[in-house]
């Protein structure tokens, strides 16, 4: 879920990546935004997919054994949410808020603290399939 909602945000804060922001109208910008989502998603999703998943049981992990260690409910919370934006400093800027954002997802899910089901997983990969297909679309009526 946080690979489309990165892809969503860097789409309307940066519709054109080379550099020429000039837009004719609101119209013309919006359709700019949701063109470039799937390029994005295209690149960013795969690696907040597999890197993102490695590094944060990584980070998820070291901070139970603080906790453990510790004893201080807080100190899993701190430590995992640095770890997340350290390994989120891999590609400066834009790697960081994908972390930052991946971190945020995680403990929203986390506090719901529903038992995951394979259904579960299938939503939660048929929310970027649809945004592609959605965003696509929206390219083609535009273009057509």
């Given at each position: 879920?946080?690979?489309?909602?990165y892809a969503i945000i860097l789409g309307f804060s940066m519709p054109n990546p080379?550099?020429?922001?000039?837009?004719?109208?609101?119209l013309s910008y919006v359709f700019a935004s949701i063109g470039i989502i799937p390029v994005y998603m295209m690149y960013s999703?795969?690696?907040i997919l597999i890197y993102g998943v490695i590094t944060s049981v990584i980070s998820d992990k070291v901070g139970e054994f603080i906790l453990i260690k510790s004893e201080n409910k807080n100190a899993e919370l701190i430590i995992s949410g640095a770890l997340h934006m350290i390994f989120g400093l891999i590609l400066l800027w834009y790697s960081l808020m994908a972390a930052v954002l991946y971190y945020i997802t995680d403990r929203i899910l986390r506090k719901r603290n529903k038992e995951i089901?394979?259904?579960?997983?299938?939503i939660s990969l048929s929310i970027p399939f649809l945004t592609w297909i959605g965003t696509m679309g929206t390219v083609w009526i535009k273009e057509s």
């Open positions: 879920m946080s690979g489309t909602i080379f550099g020429d922001e000039s837009f004719n109208s609101v999703f795969p690696a089901k394979w259904y579960d997983a299938l």
